[in-house]
């Protein structure tokens, strides 16, 4: 298959490529960038005027909800959404029924992705088996069905003797941990801690619950020397340590949820189950630390936290509705609404998305290190071409993830998705979806 793509803004957030030139794709790859061969014959064009080509996007936290959830999400529909939004490669977090702790759930995981040819997914392999925070996973023969890292997703470690363990065998293999920062005992409540969680009467989680996690998983990289990727960090107490742990050399990257990333506590209103969300929505001073941690390079990447759930548990009372929302389809749009709000730019808003969690993935990425989250001449071609000048309304009925529900119904959001490219494979045409 022969691909052209004439006339679009071509960006490449890794170099700082910005030009209006033709992009030309054979057998999955990318072939040129700018002058195309004369007897190069494609067998499909795409007329990108108008239009940005990037990179596809690389999105750090997705649940697929399969196995054990299917209510909530299928591979087939989420995998759907992640083209539909630009997304072509993903990582989902391992607490999935029965959770990722086994070589063959991962495979198998893997081997039905890869048959709906549609966006990449890396998964994460539990830290500890079934996530109880007692005995470690075989991180070496996860990592050989295809693990990027080990997470215990939203299960914080107890025993940090345990973490202690696991970082070091970790470090003795040089494998990535993905932790959030989160104090098991503090960050049971369901809002911040603040005066509209006092006013709600909404049990509250401190931001200490963020900050005391935060200097363990710190004092126990000096200690081990292992590599930690921090997952949604939410307040600027943590964004302010998260910089000093990366002035003093610890191997530490982190992420910020679009949740966190444009939404404060008051946006709950009127226990509006929309918000329920973990982390918990903060207040302003900590949405604008993390803004400009964005933009300043101490936060590597934005995510989308896509965590789809289904009617039933979301229309409950603000404390019991099951906390999550969707997001893969809205991660470009408000990645750029941040860049026009922030002065960041279009080439930063793509960093945070492409580059930047391509970066946090290395050497996990294998093969295609140095080829996804940027547009290289010999690269895979995975691309998002999206009208970074058109316009379009959050309606949930129209989403394609099987979860409908998002805090950000009715907004209106830049960046809306043409095509997107997978392996040099159209997997979304937005006039024929």
């Given at each position: ?10 960006i ?103 048959k ?44 940090t ?70 997952c949604?960090i ?15 050399g ?18 709950i ?40 759930v ?50 946090v ?49 009715g ?23």
């Open positions: 298959m022969k691909l052209l793509i004439k006339n679009g803004r071509v490449n957030p890794a170099t700082g490529f910005d030009e209006r030139v033709d992009v030309a794709i054979a057998a999955g790859r990318i072939v040129s960038i700018g002058a195309v061969a004369a007897d190069f014959a494609p067998n499909k064009m795409i007329d990108a005027t108008g239009c940005v080509v990037a990179p596809g996007l690389v999105d750090l936290s997705v649940r697929l909800r399969e196995p054990g959830y299917e209510h909530e999400g299928m591979l087939a529909s989420e995998l759907a959404a992640a083209v539909a939004g630009g997304v072509t490669s993903l990582v989902c977090p391992p607490d999935t029924d029965p959770v990722l702790d086994e070589p063959g759930l991962v495979e198998m995981l893997k081997f039905r992705a890869e709906l040819h549609q966006s990449r997914v890396f998964p994460l392999g539990a830290l500890t088996r079934g996530l109880q925070g007692m005995a470690l996973t075989e991180m070496v023969q996860l990592t050989e069905a295809g693990c990027v890292g080990f997470s215990q997703a939203e299960v914080p470690l107890e025993d003797q345990v973490l202690m363990r696991a970082l070091q065998y970790a470090a003795s293999f040089d494998y990535t941990v993905w932790l959030r920062p989160q104090d098991m005992h503090l960050g049971k409540g369901v809002a911040a801690s603040g005066p509209l969680a006092t006013r709600l009467g909404l049990s509250g989680v401190p931001v200490a619950a963020e900050t005391i996690a935060l200097h363990t998983i710190f004092e126990l990289m000096r200690v081990t020397g292992a590599r930690v990727h921090l949604r939410s307040s600027a107490a943590g964004v302010a340590l998260v910089a000093q742990a990366k002035a003093d610890l191997r530490v990257t982190c992420d910020v949820s679009i949740n966190s990333l444009h939404l404060t506590d008051t946006d209103g009127y226990f509006d189950s929309r918000m329920r969300l973990d982390p918990p929505l903060r207040q302003q001073r900590d949405r604008d630390a993390l803004r400009l941690g964005l933009l300043d390079g101490t936060v590597d990447a934005l995510v989308s936290d896509h965590t789809p289904d009617e039933d548990a979301k229309t409950l009372p603000f404390a019991e509705a099951e906390p999550g929302a969707t997001g893969l389809e809205l991660l470009l749009g408000l990645a750029c609404k941040w860049g026009d709000e922030s002065d960041a730019g279009l080439l930063r808003a793509l960093a945070v998305l492409t580059s930047e969690p391509a970066r993935l290395g050497s996990a990425l294998g093969p295609l290190q140095g080829s996804v989250g940027q547009l290289v001449k010999g690269g895979v071609a995975d691309l998002c071409i999206f009208n970074s000048t058109s316009s379009w309304v959050v309606e949930p009925a129209a989403l394609r993830s099987q979860g409908k529900h998002t805090p950000f119904s907004y209106e959001l830049p960046a809306r998705v043409g095509w997107t490219l997978v392996g040099g494979q159209v997997a979304y045409e937005a006039h024929s979806a």
